[in-house]
């Protein structure tokens, strides 16, 4: 296809549409097909680990339980994240097909921003579950229960979807009379209104709500859980049972940090600086992969131990335990 036609406009009575958008990727980096092919087998064991995690949890009864529907939602989310986003990363990069239909933009946008935010707030939904494991160990199994997990689940994704749809929505309002190229590896959500020609007030708007309400929010719910989980330590006198109790939340605060601190720092940096795109890209692409490569992997690796620590905690945070406090 060439570029004329790639760029060419089309038009919608006010609304100026381009026929297609241009996805830049890295500028002036060499040898970054070996960052591609590592994305690709990212992917690849991203697919095998939580496609297995799912099927574990499916087929093993023991596992049919509230903590393990949150983490089948999570494993379901990283690979849903994952096929949305790096399958056409390398069909764009590796095959040079870097124009992308304008629709099929918006599309990838939607997937991408979604499937990120519920992996955020599915996040959330764990920091929930060690809350009320730690401070109400006693009423864990009547606070924490199915209907009561699934209706967080579900409405997570109803309302992620809802808001998600309408910040892409908005992009269709714009028009777009001069440049095409999108100065990242996907249809990410601001450097594509960005090249719009009229008022992106409301957009700007939109990608700080969305900033806020995907990543800012669900990060300072899940401080608080973790500040309530300190003070509830802090009334246990041992410190081996302190530990025993942390243990419960070690994988938890890993995909935490894993997740939120990259993508976090790199929107921070974006909006009181200016970030090189190579830059951005890197640590967007990694934050978009990495998680939902390393769920698996810390939860096979922690399940039994953090098992383990629970019917132990269950037994040391009793009401006779505080009794002298």
């Not at 023991?62 to 999570?74: C, D, G, Q, S, W």
């Not at 124009?99 to 599915?122: D, K, P």
């Not at 006198?237 to 997740?259: N, Q, Y």
Request: net charge positive; with cysteine.
């Amino acid at each position: 296809m060439g570029s004329e036609e790639a760029t060419s406009p089309r038009f919608n009575n006010t609304f100026v549409r381009p026929v297609n958008f241009y996805l830049s990727g890295f500028s002036n980096i060499p040898h970054i097909t070996y960052y591609y092919v590592f994305l690709c087998f990212v992917y690849i064991m991203t697919v095998i680990g939580n496609g297995l995690l799912l099927l574990v949890i499916y087929m093993v009864k023991a596992l049919h339980t509230p903590k393990y529907m949150i983490v089948f939602n999570l494993a379901l989310t990283d690979l849903c994240g994952s096929t949305a986003l790096i399958p056409k990363l390398l069909d764009t990069f590796l095959f040079n097909r870097r124009y992308i239909v304008y629709e099929a933009c918006l599309s990838y946008m939607f997937f991408v921003m979604f499937f990120g935010a519920l992996q955020s707030w599915t996040l959330v939904t764990m920091a929930y579950d060690r809350f009320v494991a730690i401070c109400f160990p006693l009423r864990y199994h009547s606070i924490v229960t199915k209907p009561a997990i699934t209706a967080m689940l579900l409405f997570s994704w109803v309302f992620l979807t809802c808001q998600v749809a309408f910040i892409v929505a908005l992009i269709d309002r714009l028009s777009f009379c001069g440049s095409v190229v999108v100065n990242s590896f996907y249809c990410d959500h601001g450097p594509v209104f960005y090249l719009a020609c009229n008022d992106t007030s409301l957009n700007n708007i939109m990608a700080m709500a969305a900033f806020l309400l995907f990543i800012c929010f669900p990060l300072v719910l899940i401080a608080i859980t973790y500040v309530s989980i300190s003070i509830a330590l802090s009334r246990i006198a041992s410190t081996k049972e302190r530990l025993k109790a942390l243990k419960t939340c070690s994988a938890h605060l890993i995909l935490v940090a894993i997740f939120f601190l990259p993508i976090f720092g790199t929107n921070i940096a974006a909006l009181t600086s200016s970030i090189h795109p190579n830059a951005r890209i890197i640590n967007s692409s990694l934050s978009h992969t990495i998680p939902a490569f390393l769920n698996p992997i810390v939860y096979s690796l922690k399940t039994e131990e953090r098992t383990k620590s629970e019917q132990h905690f269950i037994n040391i945070y009793s009401p006779s335990k505080f009794a002298a406090h």
